[in-house]
């Protein structure tokens, strides 16, 4: 099935520690994003790739980096982890028009302790 | 800064009446608008969408309203059914963003049998 796919499924992880959290699509869409969960606080946006070999930063880009070697690649980095970094993220591509919105992967759900 | 606010946490309804979903946003920049479902331990996925030139979208059960100068959007779901229990997301975005979409803070609903 053609979709996002996001690894690992959910993770506890020392703070202190670094991690990286996969996403891979097979839509060849050019925009790539990730999103964290929060509740009360809804969706909010890490880092976004418009095309591959470009990332730039959204409304909470501390402490997390991207990179965007090829089209179906968008690997989320936590270099140094935090307790305030437990949450639910999530991948999402789309096509170039906004129009058609965006496809979600399942998430990762990462508690940091 | 929130610019995309959905003050109403949570909604119950009855199966077979009308649940009435609100968001609010304050750029008046914005000029497309969409509305995501997420079950839990799934992605969000993609219900409706309204452009600013338009004042009303059906699909279905599904119709979303845009009042842009009081910067408000309500998504109607008419009948409410079991299966539409999940949490309602509405994301904005302007040409000056591009394709990335700021996400209210989301609304459980929940539609007893």
Not at chain 1, 26 to 30: A, F, S, T
Not at chain 2, 27 to 30: I, L, V
């Given at each position: 099935t053609a979709g996002i796919t996001q690894a690992p499924t959910s993770q506890i992880l020392a703070a202190g520690r670094s991690m990286t959290l996969r996403c891979t699509q097979?839509?060849?869409?050019?925009a790539m994003y990730w999103y964290r969960q929060d509740l009360g606080l809804g969706l909010r946006l890490i880092h976004y790739s418009n095309t591959a070999g470009t990332t730039g930063k959204g409304e909470v880009p501390d402490g997390y980096s991207v990179s965007r070697a090829n089209t179906d690649d968008f690997p989320l980095t936590l270099a140094s982890a935090v307790p305030s970094q437990t949450s639910v993220y999530f991948c999402a591509s789309s096509k170039?028009?906004?129009?058609e919105g965006y496809t979600f992967g399942s998430g990762t759900r990462l508690t940091v302790v | 800064d929130q610019q995309v606010k959905q003050n109403s946490p949570s909604l119950s309804v009855q199966e077979g009446r009308i649940s009435i979903l609100n968001c609010d946003y304050t750029?008046?920049?914005?000029d497309y608008f969409l509305w995501y479902k997420k079950y839990p331990a799934e992605g969000p996925t993609f219900l409706i969408s309204i452009s600013s030139i338009k004042d009303k979208n059906e699909d279905g059960r599904f119709t979303v309203f845009l009042n842009k100068s009081a910067k408000h959007l309500s998504l109607h779901i008419v009948p409410s059914q079991p299966g539409d229990s999940a949490v309602y997301f509405c994301a904005a975005s302007s040409t000056f963003t591009g394709n990335q979409f700021y996400f209210g803070t989301g609304t459980s609903l929940t539609v007893i049998p």
């Open positions: 097979d839509m060849r869409h050019n170039s028009r906004r129009e | 750029n008046s920049m914005f």
